[in-house]
Structure formats: structure tokens, C-alpha cells
């Protein structure tokens, strides 16, 4: 089934403990993202890869960092997380057109 | 520079009776457009895309959207809505200077009455 997993659905850690959110997408897929939702602010995009190393900032990068060492994994990492990063995060993947993302299912981070 | 912006953050429909999502955009460049359904505690699904074809697009459940250049809208619409189409609804845009970006609008929540 062509999907995009990610791990874990959910988080709960303390400031500062360094932490990854793994994403990897079966659909052979060149672009993958990450987006977090808030409420009242939507959906906003953090990073993106248009294909293996090579990512690019979105619209809310501060405070995370990404790698695309392979073309199906995209992890999302906070180094030093802090509560206002407490939100639920998307991970997606789409081909190199026009075609829209597929997401997955989410991962609902608390940062304590 | 795009974007999109969903004109009702909530719409109120009784069962059985249309449903109307206003999206319009704002781009440089011929835009993809898309309608995204999120169920409560799920995750985003495709209804829809607009890629430059037919300008009235066909989605998932019933619904459907028509693309209008001269309006800069995406509207999307359903003729009888169903309690299971209780959801936030996002109009998204896509452009060729970037495949990347998606500019995704705030939503707007339908609540469907019996």
C-alpha cells in the first residue's frame, strides 16, 4: 500500500531533549515535507526536500532541522525542543509535478 | 508570491441539503489547486486537484470544484451534505516556480446538523 509512515503518532518529552520524528514515504516520491499545525495558524511548512540532499526552509524552519540521506526517509529533528514547538506535525511526500502531497498520519508532539 | 485564502473559517449545513467552501487564490503563475479533507483526529486526504485540464474537477464523495480564472476561485461544492462530511476543509495551492511549497489556507470547519 502507497503510504507515508511516520514515527511516533505520539510525543510527549522535556526542553531540550533532542529528538527525531521519523517519515519515510513508498512511492519512490522525489519531494517530502514537513508541516505543523496549530490551531488559528493552519497548516505551516517548516522544511522541504526537492529530492536526496537537497532541503530547503519553509516557512517555519527555526528550531529544526532535516536530512534527506535517501530518497524515501526524511526525519525531522529538534535539537533543542521548547514548548511553543508542542504541535501536531505532518510529514508528506508527492512526485516532481504538479500532483499534491500525500500526508501522513501525523505525530502529536508535547514538549513539557 | 501565492497564496489562498478560504473565505468562511466555519459553515453550518443542515443533512441532505449543498454544501459551498469559498477558496480564492492569488498567484503569478497558473496554479494547481486543491481541496484537503481532515476528519477529527486524522490525517489529510486528497478530495480533489485542479492541474490546468477540465476547469470543473470531480472528487472523492461527491464533491467537486470549478476552477474560474476570471474570479481567481476554487470553490468547492457537494449537492446534499452527508454527517459523515463533518471535517475542516483546506484549499491549497501549488505553483510551477515552485513544486515544492504548498500554500495551504486556514480551513474552514463544516458542521453538519441532522
Known amino acids: 500500500e502507497a503510504q507515508v509512515t511516520q514515527n511516533p503518532r505520539y510525543l510527549i518529552t522535556v526542553t531540550g531533549k533532542k529528538l527525531t520524528v521519523t517519515c519515510s514515504q513508498n512511492m519512490n516520491h522525489e519531494y517530502m515535507s514537513w508541516y505543523r499545525q496549530d490551531p488559528g495558524l493552519g497548516l505551516r511548512q517548516i522544511y522541504y526536500s526537492m529530492n536526496v540532499e537537497v532541503t530547503d526552509k519553509g516557512d517555519v524552519p527555526e528550531g529544526y532541522k532535516v536530512s534527506r540521506k535517501e530518497k524515501r526517509n526524511f526525519p525531522l529533528i529538534l535539537e533543542s525542543p521548547s514548548p511553543n514547538q508542542t504541535s501536531l506535525y505532518f510529514c508528506?511526500?508527492?512526485?516532481?509535478?504538479?500532483?499534491?502531497?500525500?500526508f501522513g498520519s501525523g505525530t502529536r508532539l508535547t514538549v513539557v | 508570491a501565492q497564496s489562498v485564502t478560504q473565505l468562511d473559517s466555519h459553515v453550518s449545513v443542515s443533512e441532505g441539503t449543498p454544501v459551498l467552501l469559498r477558496c480564492n487564490y492569488s498567484s503569478s503563475y497558473s496554479p494547481s489547486l486543491f481541496w484537503y479533507v481532515q476528519h477529527p483526529n486524522k490525517g489529510l486526504q486528497l478530495l480533489l486537484k485542479?492541474?490546468?485540464?477540465?476547469?470543473l474537477v470531480k472528487g472523492i464523495n461527491g464533491f467537486e470544484a470549478e476552477f474560474k480564472k476570471s474570479e481567481t476561485s476554487f470553490h468547492l461544492t457537494k449537492p446534499s451534505a452527508h454527517m459523515s462530511d463533518a471535517a475542516e476543509y483546506f484549499c491549497v495551492s501549488l505553483t510551477t516556480d515552485s513544486w515544492g511549497k504548498f500554500q495551504f489556507g486556514a480551513g474552514t470547519q463544516v458542521v453538519v446538523t441532522p
Open positions: 485542479y492541474t490546468s485540464a477540465a476547469t
Open positions: 508528506a511526500s508527492k512526485p516532481a509535478d504538479g500532483s499534491g502531497y500525500t
